[in-house]
């Protein structure tokens, strides 16, 4: 079993709508929690990152953690056609000096 | 721009060769991985390096082999090439330091495509 468990989707979805992206993990020293946005096997580009439990909000978008669940959550509001990317979660115990990646969710906005 | 740079872009070769992938890390940062990512595949972390030392490592095959320079760039060979390795590989860097809450998040280089026949 992974150390983090992402649906690949594909998740398709019309203009304006409100998206939820979500990832799980077993380790439970996870500390740092981030989500990273791929565009068509770009570099991978940073949105959001949380430190330990909590929601962060960051315009349109906002990341939860909730470490009792062992869960992580991306919510994009007013989606737009310029979202459709892959989406990836990453979370890192600083201790092992590595990230860990979700394989990644690909999401579709259609005008 | 996320301030990381990666050189070439992109690199055909042969079974068999060798070749060498190039990173600089965001000024400032001391902290460069490597990941490798095959076609619709994730993200597969290779290595770390912090200031010149190997901080982590991943499945990196021992084909593979990495150093970080005292000018804090860094440079992926890839020996004995096989049709397999043909990938996108991405250098990230970030202000790890190893110290307690040293965030580890990082930034991405556009990536060498990597098209090995």
């Known amino acids: 079993q992974k150390e983090v468990e992402q649906d690949p989707g594909p998740l398709s979805v019309p203009e304006g709508a409100i998206v939820s992206l979500n990832c799980t993990y077993s380790?439970?020293?996870?500390?740092?929690f981030m989500w990273y946005r791929q565009y068509s096997r770009k570099g991978p580009e940073l949105l959001m990152y949380t430190y330990s439990s909590g929601n962060k909000e960051d315009g349109r978008f906002t990341a939860q953690v909730d470490k009792s669940s062992k869960y992580i959550s991306l919510f994009i509001r007013d989606s737009q056609p310029s979202d459709s990317a892959t989406y990836l979660c990453?979370?890192?115990?600083?201790?092992?000096?590595?990230?860990?990646f979700g394989d990644g969710t690909t999401l579709t906005v259609k005008p | 721009d996320s301030g990381v740079t990666q050189t070439p872009k992109h690199l055909i070769t042969a079974t068999g060769q060798r070749v060498t992938l190039r990173c600089s890390p965001r000024s400032g940062d001391l902290s460069v991985y490597w990941y490798q990512q095959s076609l619709d595949q994730g993200l597969q972390f290779l290595i770390h390096y912090y200031n010149g030392e190997e901080r982590a490592k991943g499945n990196i095959l021992e084909r593979f082999s990495a150093q970080q320079f005292p000018d804090l760039h860094s440079e992926l060979n890839l020996s004995s090439l096989e049709l397999g390795d043909s990938a996108l590989y991405f250098c990230?860097?970030?202000?790890?330091?190893?110290?307690?809450?040293?965030?580890?998040?990082?930034?991405f280089g556009p990536g060498t495509r990597l098209t090995v026949l």
């Open positions: 990453a979370m890192s115990d600083t201790n092992a000096g590595k990230s860990t």
């Open positions: 380790n439970s020293a996870f500390q740092y």
């Open positions: 990230a860097s970030s202000v790890y330091s190893g110290a307690i809450r040293s965030t580890d998040t990082q930034y």
